[in-house]
T-cell receptor, first 115, second 116 residues
Framework: DTAVSQTPKYLVTQMGNDKSIKCEQN?????MYWYKQDSKKFLKIMFS???????INETVPNRFSPKSPDKAHLNLHINSLELGDSAVYFC??????????????FGPGTRLLVL | AQSVSQHNHHVILSEAASLELGCNYS??????LFWYVQYPGQHLQLLLK??????LVKGIKGFEAEFIKSKFSFNLRKPSVQWSDTAEYFC??????????????FGQGTILTVHP
């Protein structure tokens, strides 16, 4: 009954590879997000989608490409992985597009290690 | 840009001690404020939130936080901690204006360790 789920939980890969992380929410929310938690534990927003439309796109390398096939899913594809991409990636969702007043619900995180 | 700072990186307490975790933010306008908790091996969970009204908000598990606008602070408190409160605590802020509108900005987290 996990509200926001992510797969995989752990991902270890070599530099230069391409990998994807998947996120699904069963809360019926319209908006989904990807965050990156760096080594200093700061969580920073990367992207947000509302009803499959991109609404937030922070300064993220274009090697990162989010894809939302439907409003319950938001996947993150990363091309040509670099050492600096090693981090924990969190997916989140919220009810609607009124971003200011929404509470976000988080997934368990995907720990990515690039060797 | 909006920023959030949490004063303590790691707090160590004995059971029954009182807890206060500091959180300060930089945005001068209207804000929504949140505390999230991450228990070992689990995902981030909402502990409490402030949108408007009474600046003293109560959350789950006996936690409360007080919004002091003049001090740009939203400190988390609990009168008597338990071993099960061992976790990492994140303060987060959303602003109603500026370039960070609607974006949730997190502090770097405070690890709380409670010894039995």
């Amino acid at each position: 009954d996990t509200a926001v789920s992510q797969t995989p939980k752990y991902l270890v890969t070599q530099m230069g590879n391409d990998k994807s992380i998947k996120c699904e929410q069963n809360l019926g929310h319209d908006t989904m997000y990807w965050y990156k938690q760096d080594s200093k534990k700061f969580l920073k927003i990367m992207f947000s989608y509302n009803n499959k439309e991109l609404i937030i796109n922070e300064t993220v390398p274009n090697r990162f490409s989010p894809k939302s096939p439907d409003k319950a899913h938001l996947n993150l594809h990363i091309n040509s992985l670099e050492l600096g991409d090693s981090a924990v990636y969190f997916c989140a969702s919220s009810q609607g597009a009124l971003l200011y007043q929404e509470t976000q619900y988080f997934g368990p995180g995907t720990r990515l290690l690039v060797l | 840009a909006q920023s959030v700072s949490q004063h303590n990186h790691h707090v160590i307490l004995s059971e029954a001690a009182s807890l206060e975790l500091g959180c300060n933010y930089s945005y001068g306008g209207t804000v929504n404020l949140f505390w999230y908790v991450q228990y070992p091996g689990q995902h981030l969970q909402l502990l409490l939130k402030y949108f408007s009204g009474d600046p003293l908000v109560k959350g789950i598990k006996g936690f409360e936080a007080e919004f002091i606008k003049s001090k740009f602070s939203f400190n988390l408190r609990k009168p008597s901690v338990q071993w099960s409160d061992t976790a990492e605590y994140f303060c987060a802020v959303k602003s109603a204006g500026g370039t960070s509108y609607g974006k949730l900005t997190f502090g770097q987290g405070t690890i709380l360790t409670v010894h039995p």
